[in-house]
């Protein structure tokens, strides 16, 4: 199982602060399963305006987590950097407990299914063993070179 430190995560996805939502993977196994890290602070961006005096980390945000590990997951598997997987659907989303900084959010992602460019996916995200937010995401490997 390879982990993946922050370098190399920014060699494979383009985000960037304040959208790059992967701070380390620690487990990876080039085919089917990926495991990444995101450590929660007060000093994200979004936590300023949801919510004033209650922070909680949005659920689009959780979703887009999962797709980043997704995304290095096919990187791995397929072997090319220089594309980038795009969302295509979104099924069976659920949010189950609120993160809030402090937390450290665990990012398990599976593939269910894939077909040359076309990948589905299950994810979740743990915060101190539980389940915090699910879903399986679709997207597409673009053939577009995002990279500057």
Not at 18 to 44: F, G, S
Not at 68 to 88: D, K, N, V, W
Not at 90 to 105: E, L, S, T
Request: charged share 25%; aromatic share 6%; hydrophobic share 45%.
């Amino acid at each position: 199982m390879a982990t993946i430190e922050i370098k190399e995560i920014m060699q494979i996805l383009p985000h960037r602060y304040p959208m790059l939502l992967i701070d380390r993977v620690i487990e990876c196994d080039d085919k089917q399963r990926i495991v990444a890290i995101k450590n929660i602070t007060i000093n994200e961006p979004f936590f300023e305006g949801h919510f004033p005096g209650t922070p909680i980390m949005p659920g689009v945000l959780q979703l887009e987590a999962m797709a980043q590990a997704g995304g290095i997951l096919l990187s791995r598997i397929t072997g090319e950097r220089s594309y980038i997987p795009l969302f295509m659907a979104i099924d069976n989303a659920r949010f189950r407990k609120a993160i809030v900084p402090g937390d450290q959010m665990r990012i398990e992602v599976e593939v269910l299914t894939r077909r040359s460019k076309i990948l589905k996916i299950t994810g979740k995200v743990l915060t101190d063993g539980q389940l915090a937010s699910e879903a399986e995401l679709l997207f597409m490997l673009t053939s577009d070179k995002m990279r500057s």
